[in-house]
């Protein structure tokens, strides 16, 4: 057995005993770690740290709700780096359940960014080629994230949804997000992208909030919004 495999048992056993998930119950609070993003389109904006960043705004979103205690990202990155489950962004819901539960988490949530488009036009006699846009202009991106909550104690998936954004002209379609920007996302903050970003992570907090720890009737508002996005979906496909 070479070093590195001895390194790799001696952290996971102590991340196992110092944070047990019986242990790690406060206040009734759900502890949740959130693995890094996953990208399934060629979103430009997409670089080497955007998943990370990506888990990182979703974390600090969710801890300032004030419903959720969240892992430290540290401990959940030496998890991600010694077990190398979530590599190919298709672990299975058993192997995820031992990361979070090594990590101290009774739940993990996974996101795939799975849809992204953009589009910018000329309006009122501007124009743009290229990406560039001179004179009047409206902007739009669009982006959805399927989200996955594995319960640590069973290795099943509790709660799954698939999760939209919109930015259109000057503003955004959901609420406003509370944390920073920061790593390769920064440079977003103010683009079609980084509003819908924005949108998408917010709503994915306020949908966790809802249906792990709220639930006062608020979960048919998501299910309404689902219905409609299975609708526009299925409406997309024309069948002969």
Known sequence: MNQRIKYGSALLLALAVASPVALAQDGGKPVIAVAEFKNETSAGWWGASVGSDLAGMLSNEMSNTGSFRMVERSKIQNVLEEQNLMASGRAKASNAAQMGKLAGAQYLVMGTV???????????????????????????????????????????????????????????????????????????????????????????????????????????????????????????????
């Open 114 to 240: 799975t849809s992204y488009e953009e589009n910018t036009k000329s309006t009122g006699g501007g124009l743009s080629f290229g990406g560039i846009s001179v004179g009047g202009k409206s902007e739009s991106a669009y982006i959805a994230i399927d989200i996955r909550v594995v319960d640590t104690t069973t290795g099943e998936i509790s709660y799954s949804r698939t999760i939209e954004g919109t930015s259109k002209g000057s503003g955004m379609s959901v609420g406003v997000y509370r944390g920073g920007w920061g790593g390769s996302l920064a440079s977003q903050q103010n683009t079609p992208a980084g509003k819908a970003i924005r949108a998408a992570v917010v709503m994915v907090s306020d949908y966790l909030d809802c249906v792990m720890v709220r639930q006062d009737g608020c979960e048919a508002k998501f299910n309404a919004q689902e219905q409609r996005r299975r609708e526009k979906t299925s409406g997309a496909l024309k069948l002969d």
